[in-house]
């Protein structure tokens, strides 16, 4: 199964796909400004582009897993991102990757696509 996930902010979305047989994940690159209607545009053709099955967003809890402002306003863009397409989209816990990625937004995908890929196929 193709994923591709996002790690979404109104400046700059990273974005990373999965291989068709969703075990590898790879930088795609980033979207700028999708908080407005020309960004959000581009995105969904970036996404039409890669064709996944499956749409997966970072979701920025706080430490303690709760959701604060920025959760929330991811939570909104989730919503936009399943009226606009037919594909699937899920969130999945993003706390740790944005650092692991030393701010490459399209690494900080990759990371939470290939966290996301290890959680679905049960590795520890």
Do not use: C, H, N
């Not at 897993?65 to 699937?88: D, H, K």
């Not at 692991?100 to 049960?122: F, V």
């Amino acid at each position: 199964m193709k994923v591709l996930a996002l790690d979404y902010g109104s400046a700059r979305t990273g974005i990373a796909v999965s291989d068709p047989t969703g075990t590898l994940a790879r930088p795609v690159g980033v979207a700028r400004a999708v908080a407005t209607p020309a960004g959000f545009d581009g995105l969904l053709a970036t996404i039409r582009d890669e064709d996944p099955e499956l749409l997966v967003v970072g979701l920025p809890l706080t430490l303690r897993g709760e959701r604060g402002a920025q959760a929330r306003e991811t939570m909104r863009f989730v919503e936009l991102l399943r009226g606009a397409l037919a594909v699937p989209v899920e969130t999945y816990d993003e706390r740790f990757t944005s650092s692991l990625a030393g701010g490459d937004d399209a690494r900080a995908a990759a990371y939470l696509l290939s966290s996301y890929l290890e959680w679905r196929r049960g590795a520890p």
